[in-house]
Every structure is written in C-alpha cells, then in structure tokens.
C-alpha cells in the first residue's frame, strides 16, 4: 500500500480543501510520498478557533453521557482499524509496524479511558466556617483549548491531550507536526465519525506559524504542548503574556542507573528497549547509563552485543527492530552527536558510521558510547536518537548525583535487587516518573505523566491527573 493521500484542515465538521504545497514522505524510503499537505496559517486558525467558540457552549452542555459514548465508539473504531492505521503511522513516522500499531491500540485505550473519566468529574461539598452557610465546589469546561503536538508519537499525543479536553466539555484547535500530519488526521476523522458535533474538534496543517497562531489567538483559553524546550519556552511566553492555561512537555537526558547487584541480562534488556527502541525518538528514552564499576565491563559488552544484533530497517518490514529516523534533521542531529562525544573522549563501542541500506532512508546506526563523564555535552544534551553513552560510577550516591545533574527531569530508572537503594531512588531521584527494573520509557496511559525542571512546565498530563488543566474549579457558597 503505497497511495499518497490528499490531506485537508477540519473547521467546523468539515474537510477543508485547500491548496496542498507541502508533502509528508515516508522516512523509510523517502521516494514515497505519503500525504500532500496543507500549509495553513492565521486565517485557517481564526476559522478554527471561531468554529471552535461557536460550539463550545452546547458541548459543554452536554450530557457527560453524550460526550463519553462518543469517546467509547471512536476508541472501539480506532480499535477495530489499528493495523490500517498503525500502518499509516509507521509509513510516516517510520517506528516499526510494531511500535506503530502498539501507539495506535494506546490511542484507542485512551480514548476509551476518558470516556469513562466524562462521568467522573466530581466537586466537593464543604462547611464554612460561617453557620449556615454550605460551599460547594465544580470543575466546569474552560473554553477552547490550543493543542499543539510533537511527530513521535503521532497519534498517542494528539488523543491523550484532545480525548480530555473533549471529555470534560471543552473544544479543541489541533496543530499536528509537519511531519507527521496524515496520523493525526485519522483520528480526527474517527472521532467525527463517532459523532462529535462540528466545531468540537478542529485540525490545522502547518508549520510552526500555525502553532504561533493558536498561541497567540485572544480567544484559546488553554495550550498543551509537547515538543522541544525551545519551542515550549516561547509558547509559555505567548500563553503567560494573555493570561492563558499552558502545560507544556519538553525534553528529557533521561538516566538509567545500573547496579552492581543488578541481574545483567536483566538490565541489558531494559536498557535495549529505553535507549533504542521507537529508535529512541522518545522524550523518555534512557541516553545515560549510568554503571556501576562491578558490572560496568560485562554490562557494556553485553549490551553492545545485542545493540549490534537489532536489525535496521524499513519501518514496514517485519524483521525491522529498529526504524529510520523521522526526518534527515534528525538523522543528522544523531551523527552531530556522535561526533561530539568522539571529540569529547567517548569511545565507539559499537554504531557511530553512517549506515548504507538499500532504500533511500534517513537511517541511523544504533550507536553505543562508553567512556563518557557527566557534563560532557553527549550527557548534557538531548539527542533525540537511537545513541546512548555509559557513565562509569564507584557507588549508588555517585550515580543519583549523576542522574540529577542535568536540566531535565522527566523519567530516571534503576536496575538493582537492593530495596533499599530502589527505594531511595524513588524518593531522591529528580524526575517526575521513576522506573524501578523497567525502561524509562513506555509508560501507562491512565496514570499521570510529567517531568520536574526543565522537562515540563504546568499541571500534569493523562490519568486522573488530566482533569486539572482541562477543567476550571468553581467555588459556590450559599445559605438557607
Ligand atoms: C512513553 O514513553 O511511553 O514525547 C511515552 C514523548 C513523551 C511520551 C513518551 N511525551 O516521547
């Protein structure tokens, strides 16, 4: 299946025809072309958001049974076309079929639990202090909220930010990245197939001007972002500046400590699918290892030994591990840094050449670095790959010290049989989530999700967690 769609805005329940300039190709074989794109811009957004205005007041209205069975039955069609759909998204994003389909049941499970999270919404009744009198508290709808998402999880990001914002009664303007606009663009064809009224959910293409658009517009009353630090600052900027909700999800130099207790095929094998898998293109991917002395030698050759053994690849071929990158920007950002960590004294163990495939890809060889120290830049800066570099540590405290030493904070693990030394790190690890015998990354989808520091900024993302940014509390007082 090789067709190239033909992709439109939604405004107002409708697709959007428009000219279509720009093209997304498939970064497995970039001869594909898989969407003909859009470039939308102010106007499309102004469209967007006035849609968007225009529906909010019904929406929030609605039943909370209303809104949930439309979440239910866009999970159950989202569920029912994962494979189509997986397909699509790896064609586009080039995680492997796999890992594309596996995104695809994500966004469908989420979409089914904030179904059940319509209904749950729930205030507090309370006693005053003053006789007589009762408080009561709502969470109400806010208004139109301004998602703005990131290309490497092109449907599991755009449903874990809209499906809540939906759900608790508020309409939504969706900017996809440009990479990755055809993925984002099925699930809001689902959803209005599912029902959804026109105007709830409005999808602009574009480039960033749409971004700064949503940003911008007196009118979107909250913005969730997930993408780089850069960008994300200069959204909280443009939100703060109106007096507008901002949650923003950023980087991550994510570690993982390795103990000398750890069992070792154990902590490879975590290590495998935190630093490579989703060809490290995830904010939560492990690109510290940091290792303790003991088991540092047979730890990196072990490791090296199976990195050498993933088989890159066609995102669409079966045996394919390990996808390409998502666009020549970032295969050359991941050679940019493994040049800088050659430059810096890290030593190759494996990887680290240009890989040459049969297809005109944007590939990148699995690398492994060993020998680095911390504050080096390969340790300091995110890469956004499928390169990892090993830190040598004598003790546990050296390796927390380590792994609170940078910026971010979004996920940090620990490889140890030692309870002690888990627990410890649960409490005195910076980071907003930590993983205890499991990769930094891959994370639950009804639970909350969120960094300290520089990784993430505002209320908390997914699970219970969700209603804060995407509801309104209202503190009602009365007497008899
Ligand atoms: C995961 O690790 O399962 O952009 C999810 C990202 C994160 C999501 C990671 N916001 O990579």
């Known amino acids: 299946m090789t067709e190239t769609l033909d992709l439109t805005h939604w405004i107002d329940g409708e697709r959007v025809a428009a000219d279509r300039p720009g093209e997304s190709l498939n970064p497995s074989d970039t001869r594909e072309v898989v969407a003909r794109t859009p470039d939308g811009g102010a106007p499309e957004v102004d469209r967007a958001v006035a849609a968007a205005k225009a529906a909010f007041p019904a929406w929030a209205e ?39 389909v596996g995104e695809t049941v994500r966004a469908a499970r989420i979409l089914k639990y904030f179904a059940g999270e319509a209904l749950r919404v729930h205030g507090q009744n309370l006693a005053s202090v003053r006789p007589g009198v009762e408080i009561q508290t709502y969470r109400q709808p806010v208004g139109v909220y301004g998602l703005i998402t990131p290309w490497n999880f092109p449907i599991a990001i755009p449903a874990w930010k809209a499906a809540p914002a939906l759900a608790f009664g508020n309409t939504v303007v969706l900017k996809p ?59 909280a900027e443009g939100a703060v500046r109106r007096q507008a909700r901002v949650q923003l999800e950023m980087g991550g130099k994510n570690p993982l400590i390795v103990l000398d207790d750890a069992d070792l095929e154990r902590a490879v094998t975590i290590a495998l699918d935190g630093s490579f898998f989703a060809t490290g293109q995830r904010c939560t991917a492990s690109s510290r290892l940091i290792v303790q002395d003991g088991i540092h030698d047979r730890f990196v050759e072990a490791l090296a030994e199976k990195v050498r053994g993933l088989k890159v690849g066609s995102a669409l071929d079966p045996e394919t591990k390990i996808g390409p990158a998502v666009s020549e920007d970032q295969r050359e950002t991941s050679y940019r840094y493994i040049d800088i960590a050659k430059g810096e004294g890290g030593r190759i163990v494996t990887g680290g050449e240009r890989l040459q495939l049969d297809l005109p890809g944007w590939y990148v060889q699995p690398t492994l ?8 830049r390969i340790n300091s800066e995110e890469v956004f790959g499928p390169v990892a570099s090993t830190i040598r540590v004598k003790d546990y ?16 693990g620990i490889v140890t049989s030692s309870l002690k030394h888990a627990r410890d790190f649960q409490r005195r690890a910076r980071a907003g989530m930590t993983m205890v015998n499991l990769p930094t990354a891959g994370v639950d989808y009804h639970v909350p999700f969120g960094g300290t520091k520089s990784s993430s900024y505002g209320p908390r993302e997914q699970g219970f967690a969700a209603v804060e940014f995407f509801t309104q509390t209202k503190t009602s007082y009365s007497a008899g």
């Open 177 to 235: 990245a440009g990479p990755t606009p055809a993925t984002a663009e099925a699930l809001v064809a689902i959803l209005h197939e599912a029902g959804l009224p026109k105007g709830v959910l409005n999808l602009v293409i574009g480039r960033g001007g749409v971004g700064q658009a949503i940003v911008d517009h007196k009118d979107i009353a909250g913005v969730s972002f997930t993408g780089s630090q850069k960008v994300g600052a200069g959204v």
């Open 62 to 100: 609605a039943s909370p049974e209303v809104r949930s069975d439309i979440l239910d039955r866009a999970g159950q069609l989202l569920m029912e076309r994962k494979d189509a759909v997986g397909r699509l998204l790896s064609r586009e994003e080039g995680k492997t079929l796999a890992e594309g």
């Open 397 to 412: 405290e050296q390796a927390l010290a380590i792994a609170n030493g940078v910026e971010f904070g979004l996920s940090a």
């Open 369 to 376: 670095i060993a020998d680095t120290e911390a504050g080096m």
